[in-house]
């Protein structure tokens, strides 16, 4: 079945690069997303890639897509203080329909 | 633009209650969705709607009901309220389905039934 898996923790020291790691099972996979989520907030979308996209990369955050072994990855150059959040994988399977499956989220510790 | 507001932001109901849980956007956004999250889990898609008088259930769709009558409204019924529904619900939209389409999500209800 569809399925999306990351670790729960990650603690990193403010200034080092945070790397994020998402494995997916659904390989007609079209679209995969990293959502970030703040106490009390609800999830924001902070970048998305296409599935025939091996890297995009936005400021301070680059994604790679590893196709062939499902695998998806954030990582925050220069982490700070602010990026302490809990951050989501999510894929949409090319299954028709409005599906979004969802990671447990990678909660981010971010020590000054 | 307010976006997606949810309400209450929080609720603490008895075994047996009813309740509604309110979504609104003010962005003309076609599809609308609700999720619960628990600990230690992803999100999970309770219902959603492609447009107004269309709704279809999700993943976990038991012991609830909803209704899309407006673009902007999307309310979610708990018809008899269990311990087992005590989650956060997320309210969230979009212009289309999922792929390139942004979903902005509400900031949550945190709903308890003891």
């Known amino acids: 079945g569809e399925d999306v898996e990351q670790s729960l923790f990650l603690s990193v020291r403010e200034g080092d690069s945070s790397v994020i790691n998402c494995t997916y099972t659904?390989?007609?996979?079209?679209?995969l997303y990293w959502y970030k989520q703040e106490p009390g907030a609800g999830l924001q979308l902070l970048t998305y890639i296409f599935s025939n996209m091996d890297m995009k990369q936005d400021q301070r955050l680059t994604v790679l897509l590893n196709k062939k072994d499902k695998h998806l990855s954030l990582r925050i150059a220069d982490t700070q203080t602010g990026d302490s959040a809990i951050y989501f994988c999510a894929e949409t399977p090319n299954t028709g329909g409005f599906k979004t499956i969802f990671g447990a989220g990678t909660r981010l510790f971010v020590k000054a | 633009n307010a976006g997606v507001t949810q309400t209450p932001k929080f609720q603490v109901l008895k075994t047996g209650q009813s309740m509604t849980l309110q979504c609104a956007q003010d962005m003309n956004h076609e599809y609308m969705s609700w999720y619960r999250q628990d600990p230690g889990m992803g999100l999970r898609l309770i219902h959603y709607s492609v447009g107004a008088g269309i709704t279809d259930q999700g993943e976990v769709p038991n012991g609830y009901n909803v209704s899309r009558s407006t673009t902007e409204d999307f309310p979610l019924r708990l018809l008899s309220a269990a311990p087992s529904q005590t989650s956060v619900y997320f309210c969230?939209?979009?212009?289309?389905?999922?792929?390139?389409?942004?979903?902005?999500f509400g900031p949550g209800t945190r709903l308890t039934v003891t």
């Open positions: 659904d390989s007609s996979s079209t679209y």
């Open positions: 969230a939209s979009s212009r289309g389905g999922a792929g390139e389409d942004e979903q902005y």
